[in-house]
């Protein structure tokens, strides 16, 4: 990956310490001083933030942050197909966009509204819509009752909003990499049939497979391979 170098240490046993003093028990004031994870960090420092943060987040979650730390790799990879600029928020927001799931942040059962609540409390307002609206989020949203308060975060059309999407749905549970069908089909094993995130699927899933299209054609226009 050209823009974005790899800075997390691969073992889930041993990430590097976080330099945030965010507690994640609580939410920031915006504007508040963060230190590296504060809105003004651009960049690789966004990066290194989002990686570690997410690490600091999600290490207690053991799979969940497999997960997390694959679908950030992956994005490192697909960054090389974006500008700059895109690399960096598309590469961060892979590493956190399931930090709703974090004990301290669960709020609504949503972890995509979840997680782009606690984005947009420490001032980092692209990660958030992007967050909010992985992997087509909104028709899990809609099933809980969710759906105005996802429309507080407007969601970005974009093809950097099609390559996270990408990531997370091309990376399983545990960090292993699968087809969005067999993807599909792993949700519907660990949740359960009843599970708002399998009977969201029946829904998401024509949406699903056209982000994932319009990114492998995006890569190979680019020359981005394996
Ligand atoms: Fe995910």
Same mark, same amino acid.
């Given at each position: 990956?050209?823009?974005?170098?790899?800075?997390?240490?691969?073992?889930?046993?041993?990430?590097?310490?976080?330099?945030?003093?965010?507690?994640?028990?609580?939410?920031?004031?915006?504007?508040?001083?963060?230190?590296?994870?504060?809105?003004?960090?651009?960049?690789?420092?966004?990066?290194?933030?989002?990686?570690?943060?997410?690490?600091?987040?999600?290490?207690?979650?053991?799979?969940?942050?497999?997960?997390?730390?694959?679908?950030?790799?992956?994005?490192?990879?697909?960054?090389?197909?974006?500008?700059?600029?895109?690399?960096?928020?598309?590469?961060?927001?892979?590493?956190?966009?399931? /930090? =709703?799931? %974090?004990?301290?942040?669960?709020?609504?059962?949503?972890? +995509? !509204? @979840?997680? $782009? #609540?606690?984005?947009?409390?420490?001032?980092?307002?692209?990660?958030?819509?992007?967050?909010?609206?992985?992997?087509?989020?909104?028709?899990?949203?809609?099933?809980?009752?969710?759906?105005?308060?996802?429309?507080?975060?407007?969601?970005?059309?974009?093809?950097?909003?099609?390559?996270?999407?990408?990531?997370?749905?091309? /990376? =399983?549970? %545990?960090?292993?990499?699968?087809?969005?069908?067999?993807? +599909? !089909? @792993?949700? $519907? #094993?660990?949740?359960?049939?009843?599970?708002?995130?399998?009977?969201?699927?029946?829904?998401?899933?024509?949406?699903?497979?056209?982000?994932?299209?319009?990114?492998?054609?995006?890569?190979?226009?680019?020359?981005?391979?394996?």
């Amino acid at each position: 990956m050209r823009c974005v170098r790899q800075r997390v240490a691969n073992s889930p046993d041993s990430p590097r310490r976080p330099r945030s003093t965010v507690t994640p028990s609580r939410y920031a004031e915006p504007g508040s001083d963060l230190g590296e994870g504060s809105a003004t960090a651009t960049g690789e420092a966004l990066v290194d933030w989002a990686a570690e943060h997410a690490a600091e987040l999600l290490v207690p979650l053991g799979d969940r942050w497999l997960h997390c730390r694959a679908v950030g790799e992956r994005a490192r990879w697909v960054a090389g197909a974006f500008s700059q600029q895109d690399s960096v928020q598309l590469v961060a927001a892979a590493y956190l966009h399931d /930090v =709703g799931d %974090a004990p301290g942040l669960q709020q609504t059962g949503c972890h +995509a !509204l @979840d997680g $782009a #609540r606690y984005l947009r409390s420490l001032g980092h307002e692209r990660l958030a819509r992007l967050v909010a609206h992985h992997a087509e989020a909104r028709f899990e949203a809609q099933l809980r009752g969710l759906d105005r308060e996802l429309e507080g975060f407007p969601r970005e059309k974009s093809a950097v909003a099609d390559a996270l999407t990408y990531c997370d749905m091309t /990376v =399983g549970s %545990a960090g292993e990499p699968m087809t969005l069908h067999e993807r +599909a !089909l @792993d949700i $519907a #094993r660990r949740y359960g049939d009843e599970h708002a995130a399998t009977r969201s699927l029946a829904w998401s899933m024509p949406y699903l497979s056209l982000a994932l299209a319009r990114t492998e054609r995006r890569l190979r226009l680019r020359g981005v391979v394996p």
